[in-house]
């Protein structure tokens, strides 16, 4: 069965510091991969997502990700936070056939200081 | 244009109650799947809808929870006999088609407290 490892809880980072989020996943195959925020009130909106090709992939907002098969990871980036960035952040896998049924990690919750 | 939306936002309900969620997904979507997010958790997948048709049902935790879809737009998620334990955020999600790389949209969620 696929499984998502998200394995920090809590993240602090001071605003205008550079972010890393860690997703780790266990899939027989290559899954594919996103990222999803969620704020308080608001529904999961995606970030970003990988498919095939380039294991570097941009997302909105700034934010990156980069798949690296060797580690089974799909880690998040961002070179600068802003405050507007704290959010729960969820990792999340499907099958690469057909639909799109997504596992998700425990989540991430970003907590921006001054 | 419209996003996901769901009704209601808040439930409450007694234990014992049975509860029905609504769930409008965006026209045209061809796929609706159901979660559910308990406190502390990410989403765990309950259900899913290609039009009409409800293809996988594996993620319901027991036969007290059904979900319909029956003109292939709005869908409802019902619980009946609600026990303390359904306590849960249920997000709904559409996409535009049927395949793994389709972008899925989700709704707000309805925070459901059974007491």
């Known amino acids: 069965a696929q499984s998502v490892t998200q394995p920090d809880i809590h993240i602090t980072v001071s605003e205008g510091a550079s972010l890393e989020l860690r997703c780790n996943y266990s899939?027989?195959?290559?899954?594919?991969l996103f990222w999803y925020v969620q704020s308080p009130g608001q529904g999961l909106q995606l970030l970003l997502k990988?498919?095939?090709?380039?294991?570097l992939v941009q997302g909105i907002k700034g934010f990156e990700a980069e798949f690296k098969r060797s580690q089974s990871s799909f880690n998040l980036r961002k070179p600068s936070v802003h405050w507007s960035d704290a959010a729960e952040y969820f990792c999340a896998v499907a099958p690469n056939s057909g639909y799109s049924t997504l596992t998700f990690g425990k989540g991430t919750m970003l907590l921006v200081s001054p | 244009g419209a996003g996901v939306s769901q009704s209601p936002r808040y439930k409450v309900a007694k234990r014992g109650q049975d509860v029905a969620l609504r769930c409008d997904p965006i026209?045209?979507?061809?796929?609706l799947f159901w979660y559910q997010q308990a406190l502390g958790q990410g989403p765990e997948f309950l259900t899913y809808?290609?039009?009409?048709?409800?293809?996988?049902k594996s993620g319901l935790p027991s036969d007290r929870f059904f979900a319909e879809r029956p003109e292939g737009s709005v869908s409802t998620l019902k619980i009946q006999r609600t026990q303390q334990e359904d306590s849960a955020v249920y997000l709904c999600a559409s996409s535009l088609a049927r395949s793994s790389t389709d972008t899925q949209y989700f709704g707000p969620g309805t925070r459901l407290t059974v007491l």
């Open positions: 990988y498919f095939s090709g380039d294991t």
């Open positions: 809808f290609q039009n009409e048709a409800q293809l996988d």
């Open positions: 026209s045209g979507h061809v796929s």
């Open positions: 899939y027989g195959a290559t899954p594919y």
